[in-house]
C-alpha cells in the first residue's frame, strides 16, 4: 500500500491549489483517503475526508466552503482543491488512510491521526505574498 501526494507549491493569498495523492495496492473506489496537513511546529490536524460509499464528507477547521475533496477511480486518484487560501494554510500536506470505507470508526471520529495507517509524503504548501 503507498500514497503518494503531490502538487504543492507557492500560491498568493486568495489563490487556489490543487493536490493530488496517487494509491497503490488497493483500489480507491472503496477506500476513504483522508488529507492533514501539518505546519511548522504545530500538530497534524485533520482538513477533508469523504466517504466513498454515501459521498459524506467531514471537513476540518476553518476550510469547509474553501477546500474541496474528489477522486479519480480510474486513476486511482484523489484529490484535494484549495480556494481561496489564506497565509494560515501553509503547512505540509498528507494524504492517509486506514483502508477502511468510512471516514470514521468505532474508536475514531473523523479526521483522527492517529486512526491513519498508511501516509504519504507530505507535499509543501506555501502561502505568501
Known amino acids: 500500500v503507498q500514497l503518494q501526494a503531490s502538487g504543492g507549491g507557492l500560491v498568493q493569498p486568495g489563490g487556489s491549489l490543487r493536490l493530488s495523492c496517487v494509491a497503490s495496492?488497493?483500489?480507491?473506489?472503496?477506500?476513504?483517503v483522508s488529507w492533514f496537513r501539518q505546519a511548522p511546529e504545530k500538530e497534524r490536524t485533520g482538513v477533508i475526508c469523504m466517504s466513498p460509499t454515501d459521498g459524506s464528507t467531514f471537513y476540518g477547521r476553518s476550510v469547509e466552503g474553501r477546500f474541496t475533496i474528489s477522486r479519480d477511480n480510474a486513476k486511482n486518484t484523489v484529490y484535494l482543491q484549495m480556494n481561496s487560501l489564506k497565509p494560515e494554510d501553509t503547512a505540509v500536506y498528507y494524504c492517509?488512510?486506514?483502508?477502511?470505507?468510512?471516514?470514521?470508526?468505532?474508536?475514531?471520529?473523523?479526521?483522527?491521526?492517529?486512526?491513519?495507517?498508511?501516509w504519504g509524503e507530505g507535499t509543501l504548501v506555501t502561502v505568501s505574498s
Open positions: 492517509a488512510t486506514d483502508l477502511s470505507a468510512q471516514c470514521f470508526s468505532a474508536r475514531y471520529s473523523p479526521l483522527n491521526y492517529r486512526a491513519m495507517q498508511y
Open positions: 495496492g488497493f483500489t480507491l473506489d472503496s477506500v476513504a
